[in-house]
Nanobody
């Protein structure tokens, strides 16, 4: 299963970005997808996640500013990031979890996309 992110870049403080993530390959069912981020020297932390049942969860530092879309039929999710702050600068990783056609579970990560918030 492949996970591909896109949409990162450089933005000024207070600006917005939208990240995209798509899972593809040998998939029977994706049960959840999420965004995580990591800054140099820090652990990877949850940004936002969602399930096929549309249950969403957000990290405390992004609540009210970021929104994760519903998981659509193309196994794609979007992360809308508003009112960005320099502290949001990180590599953002997408994760997809689910089952392959033989009912084997998968837990796959993308390569990451850099988000830099700076004036």
């Amino acid at each position: 299963v492949q996970v591909v992110e896109s949409g990162g870049g450089l933005v000024q403080p207070g600006g917005s970005l939208r990240l995209s993530c798509a899972a593809s390959g040998s998939i029977f069912n994706v049960v959840g997808m999420g965004w995580y981020r990591r800054t140099p020297g820090e652990h990877r932390e949850l940004v936002a996640s969602t399930t096929r049942g549309a249950n969403s969860n957000y990290g405390d530092s992004v609540k009210g500013r970021f929104t994760i879309s519903r998981l659509n039929a193309n196994n794609t999710v979007y992360l809308q990031m508003n009112t960005l702050e320099p502290e949001d600068t990180a590599v953002y990783y997408c994760n997809a979890r689910g089952y392959e056609p033989d009912r084997k579970m998968f837990d796959s990560w993308g390569q990451g996309t850099q988000v830099t918030v700076s004036s």
